[in-house]
């Protein structure tokens, strides 16, 4: 059992839902959300009047609720503050799962509070599947997999408020190891649902068949990507324009990779596809793109 998240990175959750008034128990009494991960027959009460967990946490918490909100935190039953690692996560993962935190907006910013948290220790809480249309999270150790990029493209989803993006930047997560073919194929969908949002921003309209090679040279022309103040002369300028035509050539590269080895085409049985390493390589690509215009944007509403 690891013990790579510290007490300090612990208390700095707990301390981020008492500053915010956050109920680590969400609609659920503290009795009902401790049994779905303790045995609270088998632990013993603090209150002598009881004879397990489970009458004294309901006496104080349900009957006189005179126990301080974050009494869990320090109680050294549970023991947060120095359990193992899969402990103390499966507590965060918890405490965002549908049951307990139904309202999926309340359910994500908490799990980027932990997750702010957690990326110093080497772990985060992404999704792990849908119930009724609600994320459920889980705990995974950080690897080299695409994370930085699926962060910038995060920030990306944020900028142009798409919710769709953000759907898309969740099922990377998901599937960038154990899933290339999925990441390919969301990479593309990732950079196409980018341009539309931009060109919708700009109240550019555009074709419903449009290709993505279309739609990302629709919004290379529209945003006007080459700097102003740069003569024709100036040293690197050159080098510049090539770099922004390579840019564009990211998107045509995308959508052909995708058609080959991503998700959403079918395949013979003798077909192969490819590794986790080519998954990052396109979620990188994708996320390289989407950061560069979406930048560009944003400072062209400055």
Same mark, same amino acid.
């Given at each position: 059992?690891?013990?790579?998240?510290?007490?300090?990175?612990?208390?700095?959750?707990?301390?981020?839902?008492?500053?915010d008034?956050?109920?680590?128990?969400?609609?659920?009494?503290?009795?009902?959300?401790?049994?779905?991960?303790?045995?609270?027959?088998?632990?013993?009460?603090?209150?002598?009047?009881?004879?397990?967990?489970?009458?004294?946490?309901?006496?104080?918490?349900?009957?006189?609720?005179?126990?301080?909100?974050?009494?869990?935190?320090?109680?050294?039953?549970?023991?947060?503050?120095? +359990?193992?690692?899969?402990?103390?996560?499966?507590?965060?993962?918890?405490?965002?799962?549908?049951?307990?935190?139904?309202?999926?907006?309340?359910?994500?910013?908490?799990?980027?509070?932990y997750?702010?948290?957690?990326?110093a220790?080497?772990?985060?809480?992404?999704?792990?599947?849908?119930?009724?249309?609600?994320?459920?999270?889980?705990?995974?150790?950080?690897?080299?997999?695409?994370?930085?990029?699926?962060?910038?493209?995060?920030?990306?989803?944020?900028?142009?408020?798409?919710?769709?993006?953000?759907?898309?930047?969740?099922?990377?997560?998901?599937?960038?190891?154990?899933?290339?073919a999925?990441?390919?194929?969301?990479?593309?969908?990732?950079?196409?649902? +980018? +341009?539309?949002?931009?060109?919708?921003?700009?109240?550019?309209?555009?074709?419903?068949?449009?290709s993505?090679?279309?739609?990302?040279?629709?919004?290379?022309?529209?945003?006007?990507?080459?700097?102003?103040?740069?003569?024709?002369?100036?040293?690197?300028?050159?080098?510049?324009?090539?770099?922004?035509?390579?840019?564009?050539?990211?998107?045509?590269?995308?959508?052909?990779?995708?058609?080959?080895?991503g998700?959403?085409?079918?395949?013979?049985?003798?077909?192969?596809?490819?590794?986790?390493?080519?998954?990052?390589?396109?979620?990188?690509?994708?996320?390289?793109f989407?950061?560069?215009?979406?930048?560009?944007?944003?400072?062209?509403?400055?």
């Open positions: 059992m690891s013990h790579s998240i510290s007490r300090a990175i612990r208390k700095n959750i707990f301390d981020g839902l008492t500053l008034e956050v109920s680590w128990s969400g609609k659920l009494d503290d009795v009902d959300f401790l049994s779905r991960l303790y045995d609270l027959e088998d632990l013993p009460s603090t209150d002598s009047r009881y004879k397990t967990a489970s009458g004294d946490i309901y006496q104080h918490r349900v009957n006189n609720w005179d126990w301080e909100n974050d009494w869990v935190f320090t109680d050294k039953r549970f023991s947060l503050l120095t +359990c193992s690692d899969e402990n103390f996560l499966a507590f965060l993962a918890e405490t965002i799962h549908p049951v307990v935190r139904p309202d999926l907006d309340e359910a994500r910013k908490l799990a980027e509070h997750n702010d948290q957690l990326k220790a080497g772990w985060e809480l992404v999704e792990a599947e849908r119930i009724a249309g609600r994320p459920r999270f889980e705990a995974k150790p950080l690897s080299s997999s695409g994370k930085r990029s699926i962060a910038r493209g995060r920030e990306v989803s944020k900028a142009l408020d798409a919710g769709w993006m953000a759907q898309e930047i969740a099922r990377l997560e998901r599937s960038i190891d154990d899933d290339p999925l990441a390919i194929g969301t990479a593309k969908d990732l950079t196409e649902t +980018c +341009c539309k949002s931009i060109l919708k921003e700009l109240g550019i309209e555009f074709a419903k068949s449009a993505l090679q279309e739609l990302s040279k629709a919004v290379l022309k529209e945003l006007k990507l080459v700097p102003e103040g740069i003569s024709e002369q100036a040293k690197g300028a050159e080098s510049i324009r090539l770099l922004l035509r390579n840019l564009g050539a990211i998107s045509h590269y995308l959508a052909e990779v995708r058609g080959l080895y998700s959403g085409h079918g395949r013979d049985g003798k077909h192969r596809g490819l590794e986790a390493r080519h998954a990052r390589l396109a979620v990188g690509a994708a996320v390289v989407i950061d560069f215009v979406t930048e560009t944007y944003r400072k062209r509403g400055q």
